[in-house]
């Protein structure tokens, strides 16, 4: 009976655990890659109790591979974890923000509203936006000058007026932040369109050499809009299909209201995982 109980409130601590680092990380995308991590230990689990020992042996390594890989992705989400235990607040990730983060709508919307604007203005401007892992600065030809900056269109359009310094460069967007501006990026070497100029070949070479991230591009000359992935050009484009074509990239942000009933369910599988263990290796 006692270990039973013990059994019992191991599992509850884990269940813990996990539902402070979905609070914490907040994106679905990544949701799936701790789902992921957590058969894979279940896995390893069952095997062990199973008496498997390679298929033991083996996913229990894959398991602390796939846990440092995502020690690695999720870098800036666990180091706010450790920041809020270190200083005691945890307990702040149970509470209701008094500022909330902003909607991807909302966000794109800003993005989207400052693009339209500086096409009609026929200002030059180049964006990059990541879709999925922070990108590594050492790929940029330059990394620019660090802002760190709440994204607004007036803060875009002010960055791209010809009288700045930092006009000339590309900005770097992370979620609803302004990272950098005044970054240099690598000129593609695909052959192209004469009529493209080099903020378009720039664009096609740093999504050539990075997969996770888009670039969005206004012309100077013409005020058209495109956008580059995977190091090809989507032009020209309406604000209206830029928008579509953001919000089919970036996914929404998970509420803390739809947390709590998939970690219940998780929670009533481990438990009949655990159960049907027990039962089987009793047998």
Same mark, same amino acid.
């Given at each position: 009976?006692?270990?039973?109980?013990? %059994?019992?409130?191991?599992?509850?601590?884990?269940?813990?655990? =996990?539902?402070?680092?979905?609070?914490?990380?907040?994106?679905?995308?990544?949701?799936?890659?701790?789902?992921?991590?957590?058969?894979?230990?279940?896995?390893?689990?069952?095997? %062990?109790?199973?008496?498997?020992?390679?298929?033991?042996?083996?996913?229990?390594?894959?398991?602390?591979?796939?846990?440092?890989?995502?020690?690695?992705?999720?870098?800036?989400?666990?180091?706010?974890?450790?920041?809020?235990?270190?200083?005691?607040?945890?307990?702040?990730?149970? +509470?209701?923000?008094?500022?909330?983060?902003?909607?991807?709508?909302?966000?794109?919307?800003?993005?989207?509203?400052?693009?339209?604007?500086?096409?009609?203005?026929?200002?030059?401007?180049?964006?990059?936006?990541?879709?999925?892992?922070?990108?590594?600065?050492?790929?940029?030809?330059?990394?620019?000058?660090?802002?760190?900056?709440?994204?607004?269109? #007036?803060? =875009?359009?002010?960055?791209?007026?010809?009288?700045?310094?930092? %006009?000339?460069?590309?900005?770097?967007?992370?979620?609803?932040?302004?990272?950098?501006?005044?970054? =240099?990026?690598?000129?593609?070497?695909?052959?192209?369109?004469?009529?493209?100029?080099?903020? %378009?070949?720039?664009?096609? $070479?740093?999504?050539?050499?990075? #997969?996770?991230?888009?670039?969005?591009?206004? +012309?100077?000359?013409?005020?058209?809009?495109?956008?580059?992935?995977?190091?090809?050009?989507?032009?020209?484009?309406? +604000?209206?299909?830029?928008? #579509?074509?953001?919000?089919?990239?970036?996914?929404?942000?998970?509420?803390?209201?739809?947390?709590?009933?998939?970690?219940?369910?998780? $929670?009533?599988?481990?438990? $009949?995982?655990?159960?049907?263990?027990?039962?089987?290796?009793?047998?």
């Amino acid at each position: 009976m006692l270990g039973l109980f013990v %059994h019992i409130i191991d599992i509850a601590l884990v269940l813990v655990l =996990i539902y402070l680092m979905l609070v914490v990380i907040g994106e679905r995308r990544n949701l799936w890659m701790i789902r992921g991590l957590i058969v894979l230990m279940l896995a390893a689990v069952l095997s %062990h109790a199973l008496k498997l020992s390679l298929l033991g042996f083996v996913l229990t390594n894959l398991s602390f591979g796939a846990a440092v890989a995502m020690a690695f992705l999720l870098q800036a989400e666990i180091r706010r974890f450790l920041e809020l235990l270190g200083r005691g607040e945890i307990m702040q990730l149970f +509470s209701p923000s008094s500022t909330p983060m902003p909607r991807p709508d909302s966000v794109i919307d800003e993005l989207v509203d400052a693009v339209r604007e500086l096409s009609q203005k026929r200002t030059g401007a180049l964006m990059i936006l990541e879709i999925g892992p922070p990108i590594d600065e050492n790929d940029f030809s330059v990394p620019g000058v660090r802002l760190n900056a709440d994204l607004s269109k #007036e803060l =875009i359009q002010t960055i791209f007026q010809t009288s700045t310094l930092l %006009h000339d460069g590309a900005i770097l967007i992370r979620a609803s932040r302004i990272v950098a501006a005044g970054v =240099i990026l690598p000129i593609s070497e695909r052959t192209a369109s004469r009529q493209l100029g080099t903020r %378009h070949r720039a664009a096609m $070479g740093i999504t050539e050499r990075i #997969e996770n991230c888009l670039c969005i591009v206004v +012309s100077e000359e013409t005020g058209s809009i495109s956008i580059a992935q995977r190091g090809r050009l989507n032009r020209p484009l309406t +604000s209206n299909r830029l928008r #579509e074509l953001l919000q089919e990239q970036f996914t929404p942000v998970v509420d803390s209201d739809t947390v709590a009933p998939e970690l219940l369910n998780l $929670g009533r599988r481990v438990t $009949g995982l655990w159960k049907w263990t027990r039962q089987l290796v009793k047998r």
